[in-house]
């Protein structure tokens, strides 16, 4: 036990590294994660030894560990693929020449998005809205809203709902509510048509 509490405490002491980034008050980093360039919204959290880079990531998001996003790039329409030929500091410090690459392009996480362990995701990717991503997938395309995806490289397995009851929990932006409304509405979060109707029964008074 003694053990194992150890074990815990080693772990979570390691520090992060945040680098340019903006983490809401009420989301989390967790140790051992290097984040570069990262907007993350309310409620989210990523996990142990994530690297992520240029992305931003939208609320209520769960990214487990060991999860890679974004990252740089290697051209490899060049004769070589080396970072001694082009602009920018890297591992190696010899320059043969210094042109610039392709502009790193940005990744886009939506709300409510479900990331496993271990899955790896391609810069400029666009992850929509209440995607759930498996573990140990590549994810080297965009993912539509509320779709399961998972494999190397990922590919769809189903969505999470039918296509009306997708559209209503996109139209109804949950994740944009007053929290003091959120928490009435929590009661029907098993039941996504109750929670909806809650929604829209509250709106409709207003």
Known sequence: MIQYIWAKLFKKIRGRSLKDSTIDKTSKVEAGSN????QMDKHSFCGYDCEITNCHIGSFCSIADKVIIGGSFHPMQWVSTSP????????????????????????????????????????????????????????????????????????????????ELIQRLLASKWWELEESLLEKAAVHIKEPEAFLDFLEKVRNEV
């Open 35 to 38: 984040v570069v360039g990262v």
């Open 84 to 163: 001694v030929f082009y602009h920018g500091r890297d591992s190696v410090k010899k320059k043969f020449s210094e042109f610039k690459k392709e502009e790193v392009k940005r990744t886009e996480i939506g709300h409510d998005v479900w990331i496993g362990n271990y899955v790896l995701i391609k810069q400029g990717v666009k992850i929509g809205t209440g995607a759930v991503i498996g573990m140990g997938s590549v994810v080297t395309k965009d993912v539509p809203p509320y779709e399961i995806w998972a494999g190397n490289p990922a590919k769809c397995i189903r969505k999470r709902f039918g296509d």
